[in-house]
Structures are given as C-alpha cells and as structure tokens.
C-alpha cells in the first residue's frame, strides 16, 4: 500500500472530523440575558441558535408566567420564533428556557420532564429560578 493511498483516507477523516467538530460548536457561543422577577435579578444564557438568537431579538421583553403541571412556567410569545435547524424534540431540565413550538409559548422549567417532541432549547438559567414560582411578571433583558 502507498503512503499516498493511506493518507487519503486519513485526511478525508481528519476533515469531516473538523467540520463535524465545527458544527457542534457553531451552538456553543451564549447569549447573556437578565431576567427580573420582583426585586431579584437572575441570570441566564441563551443558546446561539436561530431560535435563540430570535427570542433574544424580543428583548426587552415583559411576560406573565402561569404555572402548567406543577412541571413548568409558560408564557405566550408576541410571535412564533425560528426554529431553523432545532431537533425535533427536547428533554428539558431544572432551570431550562425553552419554546413549545406547535402553541409558539415559553416553558420554563422548574422540574426535569420527559423528552418532548416539539420542545426547543433556547438556554438556561445560571442558577435558581425558584423566585419564578412566586412572581408572575417577569422582564427579560439582554446583557450588553
């Protein structure tokens, strides 16, 4: 066998690994938000997606929450988000942002639930979001 034969293969590797690589990280980059509730300010990053990227496009942005299921604090959005490229569902943890697509509503969730189809992750809060359970209004704000 040729060295050359050989490296082909290697390099052809080496190159989808990269692009491969590229493309995972493509989402890494985070998009920093405040959201208030009362008087106490929360941090929170949202993934650098299309639907991340457009939800954070309504900030700022003043929502009431409701509870749903004892799971979850939904709002209605001014307008359905693009959800380009996202997976075809989510299984959301303690303190993920994400969209409901088919009802276009925010979840935030308060407890770990089920894979979801439909589900999209926007982000994640930084820590805590039990101030959500006893403030309905909240703002979303970027950080700049």
Known sequence: MSV???????????????MACAQETKGDSMIPITVTAGETVLTATLDDTPAGRDFAALMPLELTLRDYHGIEKIADLPRKLDTTGAPRSYEPKTGDITLYAPWGNLAIFYKPFANSPGLVRLGAFDGSVEVLMSNPTVRFERVE
């Open 4 to 18: 050359t034969k050989f490296l082909t293969p290697v390099a052809a590797l080496c190159v989808a690994a990269s």
